[in-house]
Nanobody, 130 residues
Framework: QLQLVESGGGPVQAGGSLRLSCTASASSSIYTRNCIAWFREAPGKGREGVAAIDIIRGDLAYADAVTGRFTMSADDAKGTVYLQMNALQPEDTGTYTC?????????????????????WGHGTQVTVSA
């Protein structure tokens, strides 16, 4: 059973940066599912896909709202996936959650569809103040 754990959230001023981490619990490996994605949910809004990575092939996908500001990467040695968030804006505020699935098309047209992910973390809060 894959259990995901997020960290790195917190308060930040607009224009600042944060790096979120997603790793597996001690009893599992993040590499049991090759597609890892970050989703976020703001108060009063639905959950939206932010970015996804194929941790085996390195394929990436980003939401238009974060392209050029956010970078997703994977550290094989640490078994950890990161989301580097730069130039943060108040509209980036939300709970960021990582999710995992197995797929040969991690960055394909369904990368941001919640229903295709079977494993979820509990989320980390990001609050961007103006």
């Amino acid at each position: 059973q894959l259990q995901l754990v997020e960290s790195g959230g917190g308060p930040v001023q607009a224009g600042g940066s944060l790096r979120l981490s997603c790793t597996a619990s001690a009893s599992s490996s993040i590499y049991t599912r090759n597609c890892i994605a970050w989703f976020r949910e703001a108060p009063g809004k639905g959950r939206e896909g932010v970015a996804a990575i194929d941790i085996i092939r390195g394929d990436l996908a980003y939401a238009d709202a974060v392209t050029g500001r956010f970078t997703m990467s994977a550290d094989d040695a640490k078994g950890t996936v990161y989301l580097q968030m730069n130039a943060l804006q108040p509209e980036d505020t939300g709970t960021y959650t990582c999710a995992a699935r197995a797929s040969s098309a991690c960055s394909g047209p369904y990368w941001a569809a919640e229903r295709v992910y079977g494993y979820w973390g509990h989320g980390t809060q990001v609050t961007v103040s103006a």
